[in-house]
């Protein structure tokens, strides 16, 4: 029988951040990732690398990314302190998230990040989707000013490339199925492999394989019956596999189990992540700026209640539930040279006519209600001067939904329509744990030796989730859990 002082379950961002954590710690370790490994790296491959982290001010920002003085000195950042990361987790989530869990990850952030990057990970500022050029200064908002360069496929691929470095066994096709446990404590794993069914001794283990959102019946079964509509955006092996083993043994479910990180994604996407156009190419992430309206030509949300940031993931959701669980976002050409880079992508899918009466025949709507949509909310626009760099309080009156920022009248063609459907990232629902992972069960005790990290952590995200924080929260837990483990396993061995 194989053994291993820690086993790490899932080989996306937060696993990966485990299993290098405990291998600094002299731990031997083993990552199991369910799939080949041509499908390799969980739903971060497939993020397009944002990461949220409490930097304080620039100088905190320029210690982890390469940019030489005369543009840094052309950069105006806005300072985004733990209390402003901690407060944003928890205006967001109506106050739901546990703050012992919120506390660790901002104050954790962006120790975290330079952890990261002494192992190789490569960070780089977020130009195209966070900042804004005005009067010959570059300015950034919404507090996610870094991403990972080459987005999820170049985070994966520095992590893959430490973890063979430092000589951490990788096994490809091979599923964890059981844990095994003596007297409270973990002692194996049970593991479907190539070759057959496997017990693998171990001290530790590490639960980092993500949510339920792949398992359509695990989907609809937590979320509702609606759900069976949405795409996946990435991988398809997260099938709540995690989650059922621990529960075998006694874990406690914590968390929003009827919640979810989901997105306004083009209507024409794969319905499981594509690993031949990772990148999140098909989301549509410039709305705040759009008139948005479903099949009946109605509008149905605040387009510009907030930054996109603290939208994104939950109008998702908003979008499932319009008839044939979809919507259009509709632009004009005063700005369509604004729109966010993935709208001009060859993928994108996009209606285009130089009237809008010539656009609500192109695609499938009611015409009439939604000219007469347009025409009402051209008439509600309220003056004032048009910021995209800020919210600009440039609303709407007399109209329901109202648009509360970035208000302007659908009227210069060419006009512009982009179809939209919804995409699941991940459930809410997942394990309770302490700050440092390890996970618990019903009356609160521990389970010696299991520990989880990323999305396998419940109680961090409620509602809705301000942008880059799965990154961030997968990388603080993941290196938190792995330490963890390699303590447990070196107290116990």
Same mark, same amino acid.
């Given at each position: 029988m194989s053994s291993y002082d820690v086993i790490v379950v899932g080989a996306g961002n937060a696993a990966l951040c485990a299993a290098i954590s405990a291998k600094e710690q002299g731990s031997h370790v083993l990552v199991l990732e369910k799939g080949p490994i041509e499908k390799r790296g969980g739903n971060s491959f497939f993020t397009d690398g944002a990461i949220r982290v409490a930097y304080n001010n620039f100088d905190s920002i320029r210690s982890i990314i390469d940019i030489d003085e005369e543009t840094s000195n052309k950069i105006d950042m806005p300072e985004y302190t733990p209390q402003d990361f901690y407060d944003d987790i928890m205006r967001v989530s109506k106050n739901q998230s546990k703050p012992e869990l919120i506390k660790q990850l901002v104050t *954790?952030?962006?120790?975290?990040i330079e952890w990261m990057k002494t192992h190789g990970v490569e960070f780089e500022l977020n130009y195209a989707n966070q900042s804004f050029a005005k009067e010959g200064r570059i300015q950034f908002w919404g507090g996610l000013p870094i991403k990972t360069v080459d987005k999820g496929i170049g985070l994966m691929r520095s992590l893959f490339n430490r973890c063979e470095e430092l000589g951490?066994?990788?096994?490809?096709?091979?599923?964890? *199925?059981?844990?095994?446990?003596?007297?409270?404590?973990?002692?194996?794993?049970?593991?479907?492999?190539?070759e057959g069914t496997k017990k693998i001794a171990c001290e530790s283990v590490v639960l980092a394989c993500g949510s339920l959102e792949a398992d359509k019946k695990k989907r609809v079964e937590a979320l509702g019956e609606e759900w069976s509509a949405a795409l996946v955006r990435g991988t398809e +092996?997260?099938?709540?596999?995690?989650?059922?083993?621990?529960?075998?043994?006694?874990? *406690?479910?914590?968390? #929003?189990y009827d919640g979810c990180h989901a997105?306004?994604?083009?209507?024409?996407?794969?319905?499981?992540?594509? +690993? #031949?156009?990772?990148?999140?190419? +098909?989301?549509?992430?410039?709305?705040?700026?759009?008139?948005m309206v479903n099949l009946e030509g109605n509008r149905f949300v605040d387009e510009g209640a907030d930054y996109?940031?603290?939208?994104?993931?939950?109008?998702?959701?908003?979008?499932l539930k319009q008839p044939k669980n979809m919507a259009y976002q509709i632009y004009d050409a005063k700005v369509r040279p604004i729109l966010r880079e993935e709208y001009n992508l060859e993928e994108a899918t996009v209606f285009e006519a130089e009237t809008l009466e010539e656009l609500a025949s192109?695609?499938?709507?009611?015409?009439?209600q939604f000219l007469q949509t347009i025409e009402e909310f051209n008439a509600a626009v309220q003056?004032?001067? +048009?910021?995209?760099?800020?919210?600009?309080?440039?609303?709407?009156?007399?109209?329901t939904p109202p648009k509360s920022n970035w208000a302007q009248t659908i009227s210069e063609g060419p006009f512009y329509a982009f179809p939209v459907t919804c995409g699941i990232t991940f459930s809410f629902g997942g394990l309770a744990t302490t700050p440092n992972g390890e996970v618990l069960r019903e009356n609160g005790e521990k389970i010696e030796g299991l520990f989880a990290a990323g999305e396998m952590i419940g109680g961090i995200f409620y509602e809705n989730y301000p942008g880059g924080s799965g990154l961030m929260s997968g990388a603080v837990f993941g290196k938190l859990a792995g330490k963890s483990a390699a303590t447990h396993a070196y107290a116990v061995k």
């Open positions: *954790q952030s962006l120790p975290t951490i066994d990788v096994w490809y096709e091979a599923a964890a *199925q059981k844990i095994i446990t003596e007297n409270n404590e973990v002692i194996a794993l049970e593991v479907k492999t190539k +092996f997260n099938t709540g596999d995690g989650i059922d083993m621990a529960v075998e043994v006694g874990a *406690q479910k914590f968390g #929003q997105i306004g994604t083009d209507a024409n996407a794969p319905r499981v992540g594509d +690993f #031949q156009k990772p990148g999140d190419i +098909f989301k549509k992430h410039s709305y705040p700026y759009s008139v996109r940031n603290y939208t994104y993931a939950k109008y998702g959701k908003e979008v192109k695609i499938d709507i009611n015409k009439d003056d004032g001067e +048009f910021n995209p760099s800020e919210k600009d309080g440039k609303g709407t009156k007399g109209i």
